[in-house]
Every structure is written in structure tokens, then in C-alpha cells.
């Protein structure tokens, strides 16, 4: 039997029995699978909605729409060997939010960053956050800590990126613990000066106690 495991109401688990994803309605679990180049996939069995035609699929076929003919999406975007950048970007949310065995599982999947039900689905990613996207652009989730949805993300420049990221950094200070941002408003400090700091390795304490260097004529 496959592992379940535990899943808040808004993001999906592993478990997929008596889900429905593109018209394709999964049954049960089918067992593992090995691939070609030796790694294990659990499979499901299933039936496509649409013609009736019982399958049998990896769980990421499934969620990407890539199982029953009848049932393939045709939005343009997944050409293949020409993905559109939007298909690029939703597809490794997908990845990120899902796969145990991804390269980033630790800072996504394995720490219970999710994707919420509505975006397994590329149009509906498409319908919310296309109309907003340009060129240069890359997803970015306003709280750090909860996962892929329309109201927990926008699009940023990789700089506004890397500022976010800097800000989510929590320094301690005699007991305390505040993000930059907070740590900025309290001590005066300005927040390029304490994301500097942290750049150049200094201590929590050095970052936020340092005399800021004033110059005089």
C-alpha cells in the first residue's frame, strides 16, 4: 500500500485514490514501477472521464494532463522541445511542490510547501497569474512559508527576489528574534545596511549592533 501522508485541506498529499485530475479519475494504487534508468514510480489505476478507457499512470503524468489522448491539453504552451516561460515556470512549481526526490525537495516538498488543488491544472495557473507576467519576471511567494496559490504569490525580478529573501532571514538579538525588515524599524538601522551585513558573513550580533560608519568633513 502507498505511504500517505498527512495534508493540510488546500494542498495535495501523495495519497491520489479517489482523485480527479484533467477528467482522469484514479481508482487505486497499481504498485511501484521501475523506469529505465533504474528509479522507482508508484502507478495508479485509473479511468479518463471522457472516453471511459481504464489506464494506468505514474502520479505526474496524471497531474500534468498526460495520460489519455482525448484528455491532452492544447494551450499552446508545452510544444514539445519549446515550452513557454510560463509553462516552464508552473512546471517546476509542480515539481518543487511534489516531487520527494527533486534537488530542492528540502526547502519545498519536505517542508510542506505545497500547491494549492486549483493549479495542478496549467490553465487555471495560466488564467491567474498570465495576465501579469512579462518578460524577466519569476514567481515569487509573498509568505516564505506557505505554498504556491494566487493570493501567495506575485511576480518579482530576481533582485526583488533576492531582497525578499534577505528580509525572511530571522536574527536574534538578546532573546529576540525578528526578520529584517522588523530588526530595521527597531534600531534605525537601515535594511540594505543589515542585508550587507549577513552578505558579508558578519554575526547576528555584529550585523545589528556595529556602529554605522558616519562621514564628517
Given at each position: 500500500m502507498p505511504v500517505k501522508l498527512n495534508t493540510q485541506s488546500q494542498f495535495i498529499g501523495k495519497d491520489l485514490s479517489g482523485v480527479t485530475f484533467h477528467h482522469i479519475e484514479i481508482i487505486s494504487y497499481a504498485?511501484?514501477?521501475?523506469?529505465?534508468?533504474?528509479?522507482?514510480?508508484?502507478?495508479?489505476?485509473?479511468?479518463?472521464?471522457?472516453?471511459?478507457?481504464?489506464?494506468?499512470?505514474?502520479?505526474?503524468?496524471?497531474?500534468?494532463?498526460?495520460?489519455?489522448?482525448?484528455?491532452?491539453?492544447?494551450?499552446?504552451?508545452?510544444?514539445?522541445?519549446?515550452?513557454?516561460?510560463?509553462?516552464?515556470?508552473?512546471?517546476?512549481?509542480?515539481?518543487?511542490?511534489?516531487?520527494?526526490?527533486?534537488?530542492?525537495?528540502?526547502?519545498?516538498?519536505l517542508r510542506g510547501i505545497g500547491v494549492c488543488r486549483r493549479w495542478l491544472k496549467f490553465e487555471n495557473f495560466l488564467a491567474d497569474m498570465g495576465p501579469t507576467w512579462r518578460k524577466g519576471l519569476t514567481i515569487d511567494r509573498i509568505n516564505n512559508n506557505k505554498g504556491y496559490c494566487k493570493s501567495n504569490c506575485k511576480w518579482s525580478t530576481r533582485m526583488e527576489q533576492s531582497h525578499n529573501r534577505e528580509n525572511n532571514i530571522m536574527l536574534k538579538l538578546k532573546g529576540e528574534v525578528h526578520c529584517v525588515s522588523e530588526w530595521s524599524r527597531l534600531l534605525g538601522i537601515h535594511a540594505n545596511t543589515i542585508r550587507a551585513r549577513i552578505r558579508r558573513g558578519l554575526s547576528h550580533e555584529d550585523t545589528l549592533t556595529r556602529p554605522i560608519r558616519r562621514i564628517t568633513d
Open positions: 504498485g511501484m514501477f521501475t523506469k529505465p534508468c533504474g528509479a522507482k514510480v508508484p502507478y495508479w489505476n485509473c479511468i479518463c472521464k471522457k472516453c471511459n478507457a481504464p489506464k494506468i499512470a505514474s502520479g505526474s503524468n496524471i497531474k500534468l494532463g498526460k495520460v489519455c489522448k482525448c484528455n491532452r491539453i492544447k494551450h499552446g504552451h508545452s510544444k514539445r522541445g519549446n515550452w513557454s516561460a510560463l509553462y516552464q515556470c508552473w512546471s517546476g512549481i509542480i515539481q518543487r511542490s511534489t516531487n520527494k526526490r527533486s534537488t530542492f525537495a528540502k526547502r519545498y516538498v
